[in-house]
């Protein structure tokens, strides 16, 4: 935890702010044995990020007041689009993406999406991943996401709407005949399949509706492996 990440109504008051949660408190009394006095970089959710002063402690609360504004990380300016991986690939993949700084998260269907993992708990605790990828990031701004359930909808209906010249659309596939572009610094949709990979006819479809499909080498690659190499790749 890199920031403490406090929701808009805990912060009513612009004198001092309570930080309560449990899960926190505990994570600060175990790594940063704070005293009055002490920094403690806290941010708002969807807001600013501030440099905090402690002013008191308790068992059930630690009471700071904000000192001065800092910088809150830029986003990478990409819209990744997922097939639903395994449940507890899901979270760590989620979490990996905010610390990144991705911008906007669709989790989608394909043939080798096993149709229960639309019915794990994992989905219903996305805020809580979200906010664990925030705290690691330093940040304050959660990604959108959103979820589609059916592939050939998503990929006719909506896709087309988000590729232009200027943000691309790329879907990586291993068997590509063209490269993954390096250090485009352009915003762009990326495409990455289920541990399985896309079957042929995804593949075309994502082409015919204006994707490029591009290769990472003759390596096959975890999925969380595959999101993080090329969003390192694309944003040096």
């Not at 935890?1 to 175990?30: F, K, Y």
């Not at 991705?102 to 996305?126: A, C, G, M, N």
Request: one cysteine or more.
């Amino acid at each position: 935890m890199n920031i403490v990440l406090l929701e808009p109504d805990q912060c009513a008051s612009a004198d001092v702010w309570q930080i309560s949660q449990p899960r926190q408190l505990q994570h600060l009394a175990q790594h940063l044995q704070l005293n009055v006095g002490d920094t403690l970089k806290v941010g708002i959710r969807a807001g600013q990020r501030y440099l905090t002063e402690v002013v008191a402690i308790s068992e059930k609360c630690i009471t700071v007041r904000p000192v001065q504004t800092e910088a809150v990380p830029e986003k990478l300016p990409v819209h990744l689009i997922l097939a639903l991986p395994r449940p507890k690939v899901l979270r760590r993949i989620i979490m990996d993406a905010v610390t990144l700084g991705v911008e906007r998260i669709s989790l989608i269907h394909s043939y080798r999406v096993d149709k229960s993992y639309w019915q794990t708990p994992f989905l219903q605790q996305l805020n809580d991943y979200i906010t664990l990828g925030l705290e690691q990031a330093g940040d304050t701004i959660a990604p959108e996401i959103q979820l589609y359930k059916r592939f050939k909808p998503f990929v006719e209906d909506v896709l087309p709407t988000l590729i232009s010249a200027e943000q691309p659309a790329y879907v990586a596939h291993p068997y590509a005949e063209q490269q993954m572009p390096y250090a485009i610094q352009q915003p762009c949709s990326l495409i990455v399949g289920p541990e399985g990979g896309f079957i042929p006819y995804e593949v075309d479809l994502l082409i015919k509706n204006g994707c490029q499909a591009m290769s990472l080498g003759n390596r096959i690659l975890r999925t969380e492996t595959a999101v993080s190499n090329i969003l390192g790749r694309l944003f040096v």
